[in-house]
């Protein structure tokens, strides 16, 4: 394979994601701090699985090298049929554009922007048509934001702003959906509410998704729960 | 929708956007102000040269131009001679005394003048009839705030106010050319003879005949001398005019690398967000550059604006010492040089932010 080319695996019926022997390490001064240790891990496709684990565990580092926002050390990552192992920051970036939609714990709207163009901010970067599908106006109903849309995310609540970022993470209609601790800045009843949409939309639309949290109450709502210690899988 | 993003960052921070554009305005003032004073100084200089109604000019030995006179090193003889060469029907010789720059006093025989030029049209008063006598233009007389009957101190001399005469004619002040001469003492001596000719046709004619009978003396057509008064014949104006280009090119760019390199700071985070849906490094380079153009052309209308405020300024006061006129075809170049300016102050911010690591700027707190 030339430098620069992704190799792409045949669908058929590979997993959505498709891990082994995953290992980051990351040099801090002159240490080396493993992050992850040999992660193998499979998603099937239209799958809601959590990855849960405590704090330096490495769901987070694994959940970065999934979404495409830094390489592995070695090992590889088959997502939707695509290497990330042997991808460009180029092609990471494309992958973050078509396959992969993230929901953070942190929201992470543009503040400058009203919701609707939060996400029609990443159709126009996904090189689609900024105006809403029926489909995807259906999805909005589902997530309950339909009137909050012309606000700021400053004018919203953090489950408002949480519930416009799976919109915004889904709006591109990924082969995935990562979403890291999306109810670590709510409260209880936001968060039920928030794990709630998401679990429906695992069930209406079948979009896989693979969360990652700390809290077993909240991966009790996916259909999956694979725990991670020590950057492994365990 | 890009377009929309750098507006919405742009009001997010009025303050910031409404700083980095003012400065890039006043870049582009301070060029527009000075090339605006270049031209019109000098070309409200012609205007009241050709104002003189003479066809031909002969200056001191050895000046040029551009150069300044205020000596009188011509004997007045010249004058009478003038008048005897062909085709010369009128010769009046002045006497110029410079004053504070760029004023100067100027010493006219007005009996020979008022029929080459047809004389000063006078808003108040009339010619100086005597030694102590001075006339001023009105924009000298708003400048100084002086009516007729007032009196004017120049030269060490305190000069009583006869007549205030709208401009465009040879000079803004002026007395009797013998006052002059005796006040400076140069009896007998004028600076600038001009010369009015039975056909203005000949005036080329005329000149070359009057090199060869006076070979060190610069003679020139009116044309030729009012055609001389530009800024590119004066080296020392181009230079400063480069200078002051100079130095606004830094200003822009120290302002706009402030400003966004302040704003990528702080926006480290949003950065973050645009790469992680997928925005890659040209896009992130994209918006910043886009926002940083909106900047300067904000800023090169705002300029523009305010040249029109200096230009007011200097009307109300300053109206005799500097005229400044509107350079038209100098807005898209002083536009340019702001754009210049601030794209460079831009670059470093922007590399800053294509090198960003996406989930660094996501951690950004």
């Known amino acids: 394979m030339s430098e620069g080319e992704v190799s792409v695996v045949p669908a058929g019926s590979q997993p959505m994601i498709q891990v082994r022997g995953l290992t980051k390490t990351y040099h801090v001064g002159d240490v080396e701090v493993p992050a992850l240790r040999g992660v193998d891990l499979d998603i099937a496709r239209g799958e809601f699985v959590a990855i849960v684990g405590a704090s330096g565990s490495g769901k987070s580092t694994l959940f970065h090298i999934l979404g495409g926002l830094t390489p592995p050390t070695s090992g590889t990552v088959v997502i939707d049929g695509k290497d990330l192992a042997s991808m460009t920051n180029k092609q990471r970036t494309d992958l973050r554009k078509t396959t992969v939609g993230f929901v953070f714990q942190k929201y992470n709207l543009l503040p400058t922007l009203s919701a609707e163009d939060n996400i029609r901010i990443v159709e126009y970067i996904g090189g689609r048509s900024t105006k809403f599908t029926p489909e995807f106006e259906e999805v909005l109903k589902l997530l309950g934001i339909t009137d909050r849309m012309k606000h700021k995310p400053r004018a919203l609540s953090g489950g408002q702003q949480q519930r416009v970022a799976i919109a915004r993470g889904i709006v591109n209609k990924p082969a995935i959906l990562l979403a890291d601790e999306p109810t670590g800045n709510l409260d209880s009843q936001n968060s039920a509410a928030v794990l709630g949409v998401i679990k429906d939309l695992n069930q209406r639309t079948g979009q896989t998704i693979l969360m990652i949290t700390h809290d077993p109450e909240a991966a009790s709502y996916a259909s999956r729960t694979v725990h991670i210690r020590d950057g492994r899988i365990v | 929708m890009l377009n929309k993003l750098i507006f919405a960052n742009l009001t997010h921070r009025p303050v910031r956007t409404l700083l980095s554009v003012l400065a890039i305005a006043v870049e582009v003032t301070m060029i527009l102000t000075l090339v605006g004073v270049s031209h019109g100084t000098l070309d409200s200089t012609a205007e009241r040269a050709r104002g003189v109604g003479a066809d031909i000019v002969v200056r001191p030995p050895n000046s040029s131009v551009m150069s300044s006179l205020s000596s009188a090193p011509i004997s007045d003889k010249y004058v009478a001679w003038l008048m005897q060469q062909p085709h010369v029907a009128l010769a009046t010789g ?127 057509t009116m044309e030729e001398l009012t055609s001389m008064y530009s800024v590119s014949n004066i080296g020392m104006l181009k230079d400063f005019i480069g200078v002051v280009i100079g130095v606004a090119v830094i200003v822009g760019f120290i302002v706009v690398f402030m400003a966004m390199y ?104």
């Not at chain 2, 029929?115 to 010619?127: A, H, L, Q």
């Not at chain 2, 005036?203 to 020139?220: C, E, G, R």
Request: negative net charge; aromatic residues 8%.
């Open chain 2, 262 to 365: 302040t704003a990528v700071l702080e926006r480290t985070r949003e950065i973050g967000i645009i790469k992680a849906v997928g925005g890659g490094s040209g896009l992130v380079l994209n918006i910043l550059l886009r926002e940083t153009l909106l900047l300067a052309l904000l800023g090169t209308v705002l300029g523009i604006v305010l040249t029109y405020g200096t230009q007011w300024m200097m009307q109300h006061s300053v109206p005799a010492s500097l005229v400044q006129e509107t350079v038209y075809y100098w807005w898209p170049i002083a536009g340019a040089i702001a754009i210049v300016g601030a794209m460079l102050g831009a670059v470093v911010p922007g590399i800053k932010a294509v090198q960003q690591d996406v989930t660094e700027a996501l951690s950004y707190e």
């Open chain 2, 94 to 220: 002045v006497a110029i005394q410079s004053l504070t720059f760029p004023d100067s006093i100027t010493g006219i025989d007005f009996a020979s003048f008022n029929k080459m030029s047809g004389g000063f049209t006078y808003d108040s008063g009339g010619d100086p009839a005597d030694d102590n006598d001075i006339a001023i233009d009105k924009y000298y007389a708003a400048q100084k705030h002086v009516q007729v009957g007032s009196t004017l101190n120049l030269v060490n001399h305190d000069w009583h106010v006869a007549g205030i005469f709208e401009g465009g004619k040879l000079t803004r002040i002026c007395v009797k050319l013998s006052a002059l001469q005796t006040l400076t003492g140069n009896p007998g001596h004028v600076t600038v003879i001009y010369g009015k000719l039975d056909d203005p046709k000949l005036a080329q004619q005329v000149v070359d005949d009057l090199k060869t009978k006076l070979p060190s003396y610069p003679i020139y």
